[in-house]
């Protein structure tokens, strides 16, 4: 693939569930490399947009293209293969219950990669020192975990198996500022250690500055603005300032 | 008047919905099928599912066939005592083939339903809500393959061996009653001799098949078709069970007709 083309890029992608609307004729470039946020207050298609690049929802309308691959018209291998370089960080995990927390890091090394126990769990090792988790962790059930530690089980298990392209769905939602802080160090080390490209959804301001290369913000179905950290702080579309300055006046209505 | 309108209008919802699910129910089946002889073959979770659903169950199953089959010896042999008098050495042609063919297979299945069927449809519904399902999708396992097809083994392969151990359990049971109230062990045992046929025992398992893949299929289904969190979860659970017992009571009519139309 040539280097200037995206890694992702969604073409007029339009999708409803029932009468609600929740894309309509979304544009969106991610170019190798960078880490792109996409703000918007909740319920307005952020975790869609995801879904739909991770192959988990067909696009009613328009195309989801993944490294040179149009999504919606792979096969189930095909669409398997590809997301062997992709790595999806769920909001509240998703971790497999009845698996220990190995098991869960280790998922698709064993069982798609048929990786050997003892390789294996030397990559897990090395995985969760990356997102900072002590190996006495290993075999404990998810159930067992706090919130901030499911979450970087979560990413250890996307990273496992060195993913070009990882999806972020509201990273730091529901954990403290401490916790909050760490997975964004954490967001900046994957870009900066694995050179991977990053798509990360938040309403998470805060979160947003710190790991973004640009922001998009989404509203109403549509991306209405797109730029870098600062130029989205300063931007003077009444929407976007509005979101990013938390505030109750402005065009949003509030319900 | 109005009341009446609107339970008619809730029988017909609950119907549209059911013919609905049964359509995807089907789908369903179809999906497990091709799965099914994908590699790769999943030995450990086949076992742990049987290990779930056919070797824990069998306290139940004991519990159930026992008193089934005692309280079988016990209204036939009064009835065959004291209606129609002097007929009590038939106690134990009447209780081996009730058990065999219809009780063993039916009660089997539905005590089955109840405790694993609903078991799989939460721990599927809870996943789903949790998005672990998609994470599943994400992780390149089919959740089809990874989830439904060793339950759909598992329930077709343990309920066939469950009622044949509750079979031979409430014919046991059977026995104890009538050796104690009404006729000696020899003739219970002679009378399951002259009438109990090998054709008997079959048809109790061709059911057991049958009755397993109708509960791994609706369970699974419920289970993914789980929506609205722990509310949705609860739904899928009884929706599971009720849907399970609904279906074994009608495919056991249609069943027995087919059987006895193969002269098994």
Sequence with gaps: MESNSPAIRLVKVSKSFGDRKVLDQVDLDVKAGETLVIIGRSGVGKSTILKHIAGLLAPDEGEVWVEGQDVAKLKEDEVNELRKKMGVVFQYAALFDSLTVYENIAFRLLRD????????????????????????????????????????????RAIAVEPEIILYDEPTSGLDPVTSEAINDLILDMQKKLGVTSLVVTHDMHSAYKVANRIAMIYDGKIIGAGTPDEIKSSRDPYIHQFVTGSVDGPMPIR | MKSIYRSIEDFGRFL????????????????????????????????????KIGVESIPVALNTALFTGMVLALQSGYTLETKIKGVSQFIGSVVSISMVRELGPVLTAMVIAGRMGSAVAAEIGTMQVTEQIDALYTLAANP????????????????????????????????????????????????????????DIMGGVIKGLFFGAIIAIVACRQGFATTNGAEGVGRATTNAVVFSFMLILISDYFLNAILIALHI
Excluded at chain 1, 129 to 134: A, H, I, R, S
Excluded at chain 2, 161 to 184: A, E, R, V
């Design chain 1, 113 to 156: 990669f048929k990786m050997p126990h003892a390789k294996a769990l030397e990559v897990v090792r090395r995985k969760m020192e990356l997102v900072g988790l002590k190996d006495d962790l290993l075999d404990l059930k998810p159930a067992q975990l706090s919130g901030g530690m499911r979450k970087r089980v979560g990413l250890a």
């Design chain 2, 16 to 51: 549209v919905f059911f013919i609905n699910d049964m359509g995807e129910m089907v789908f369903l089946t179809w999906r497990i099928n091709v799965w099914m002889f994908k590699k790769p073959f999943d030995g450990k979770l086949i076992f742990e599912q049987m290990v």
């Design chain 2, 144 to 199: 089809v393959k990874y989830l439904a097809v060793p339950r759909f083994l598992a329930f077709t392969f343990m309920l066939p061996l469950l009622i044949i151990f509750s079979d031979f359990i409430g014919w046991w049971g059977g026995l104890f009653i009538c050796s104690m109230k009404f006729t000696s062990s020899t003739i219970y045992i002679e009378s399951t001799r002259s009438s109990l046929e090998t054709g």
